[in-house]
């Protein structure tokens, strides 16, 4: 059986202390990096920077590629997960928005007993 794709864009940023930024969505347990879905005819950047203003309230001032993952899908049963994942300056102050719930910032390193979804950790990992 072939397992339906979510193609998503992510934005890994880092704080001064080199920490990494993590969101849980409301009514989920997971935490996983903040992006989401493009809307029809969005490239990459675009759907990065709306999706970073919509959820954090924060502006996207530049972007680097860092790689196309993928893994099981944290809250969707029987999906895959593809994202392009940019390490990502921002501006602004960032905050919880739309349907983020929560956010942390964890050590890349040690993130702690902290439920990071299957594609953090394929992304953690090349960090």
Same mark, same amino acid.
Not at 8 to 18: E, K, L, N, S
Not at 80 to 88: D, I, N
Not at 109 to 126: K, Y
């Given at each position: 059986?072939?397992?339906?794709?979510?193609?998503?864009?992510?934005?890994?940023?880092?704080?001064?202390?080199?920490?990494?930024?993590?969101?849980?969505?409301?009514?989920?347990?997971?935490?996983?990096?903040?992006?989401?879905?493009?809307?029809?005819?969005? +490239?990459? @950047?675009?759907?990065? %920077?709306?999706? *970073?203003?919509?959820?954090? !309230?924060?502006?996207? =001032?530049? &972007?680097?590629?860092?790689?196309?993952?993928?893994?099981?899908?944290?809250?969707?049963? +029987?999906? @895959?997960?593809?994202? %392009?994942?940019? *390490?990502?300056?921002?501006? !602004?102050?960032?905050? =919880?928005? &739309?349907?983020?719930?929560?956010?942390?910032?964890?050590?890349?390193?040690?993130?702690? +007993?902290?439920?990071?979804?299957?594609?953090?950790?394929?992304?953690?990992?090349?960090?």
């Amino acid at each position: 059986m072939i397992q339906p794709i979510l193609d998503i864009v992510t934005a890994v940023i880092h704080d001064d202390a080199g920490r990494m930024l993590v969101v849980r969505k409301r009514g989920t347990a997971i935490f996983m990096k903040p992006g989401g879905k493009r809307e029809p005819g969005e +490239d990459d @950047l675009t759907a990065l %920077a709306r999706e *970073l203003d919509e959820e954090l !309230g924060c502006r996207l =001032v530049e &972007a680097t590629l860092l790689g196309r993952f993928e893994a099981p899908a944290a809250n969707e049963p +029987d999906h @895959l997960v593809r994202a %392009a994942t940019y *390490l990502a300056k921002v501006e !602004g102050e960032i905050g =919880v928005h &739309a349907e983020i719930e929560e956010m942390a910032w964890i050590d890349i390193a040690a993130p702690g +007993d902290i439920r990071l979804a299957p594609l953090m950790r394929v992304v953690l990992a090349v960090l």
